[in-house]
């Protein structure tokens, strides 16, 4: 029972274009949601993060937006750069227990020249 | 640089023979967590401690256990690995319960053969 999806596990953009990674979610309790870019052989690193109260949140070329009745968000890149490559995973938590992320399963992005 | 650091990054043992897993952190963080990640699949949550307290989730197996000696360390303790438990381990750290945002480790491969 999956309760954060990405359901496109690769995606590939050309550079300089922009980048869109969407994430779904099932349960209504979760809150807060956060976004982690993984390199190879590197743990996750955090990216970015929005809190339910909000549906836009900023920070340079990454941007997350959040659609409540539809249990949907997304992470837009742009303009994408090759340094941008990597996996990155969709994370949820409800207010509740902020110990307890669930994460999504990923989508790896390739930025081509 | 503060840090989580995995060790070994690489692990094979034989099928039902006891295997640890440690991990330190350098950023004096009241959290640690241990992850497992199956291949493309999501990181999932087996336990986590807030300082000397234990948490562990309801449907992580008897088989894993953990320790806490102090807070820099923590050990993952798999009492009878099987072929299944093969997987890459995670270890993350967060400020506080509170905190969202979690600190990665590189993880640690586990071969079981």
């Known amino acids: 029972d999956q309760q954060v999806k990405q359901n496109s596990p690769s995606l590939s953009v050309q550079e300089g274009r922009i980048s869109i990674l969407n994430c779904d979610y099932t349960n209504s309790m979760f809150d807060y949601f956060l976004w982690y870019k993984k390199y190879p052989a590197e743990g996750p690193t955090f990216l970015i993060s929005i809190s339910s109260i909000k549906d836009k949140n900023e920070d340079g070329r990454f941007t997350v937006f959040l659609n409540k009745s539809a249990k949907h968000l997304s992470l837009h890149i742009v303009p994408s750069q090759p340094g941008d490559s990597a996996v990155y995973f969709c994370?949820?938590?409800?207010?509740?227990?902020?110990?307890?992320?669930?994460f999504g399963s990923g989508t790896r992005l390739s930025i081509r020249p | 640089d503060a840090m989580v650091i995995q060790n070994p990054r690489y692990q094979v043992t034989q099928f039902g023979k006891p295997v640890t897993l440690s991990c330190s952190q350098t950023l004096n963080h009241n959290v640690m967590y241990w992850y497992q990640q199956k291949s493309s699949q999501a990181p999932k949550l087996l336990f986590h401690y807030y300082d000397k307290d234990f948490n562990n989730e309801a449907d992580t197996p008897d088989n894993f256990q953990s320790r806490r000696p102090n807070t820099s360390f923590c050990f993952l303790d798999i009492r009878s690995p099987g072929l299944g438990d093969a997987a890459m381990y995670l270890c993350a750290t967060s400020r506080e319960e509170s905190s969202y945002e979690q600190y990665f480790g590189p993880g640690t491969r586990l071969t079981v053969t």
């Open positions: 994370a949820a938590s409800p207010y509740s227990s902020a110990s307890k992320i669930i």
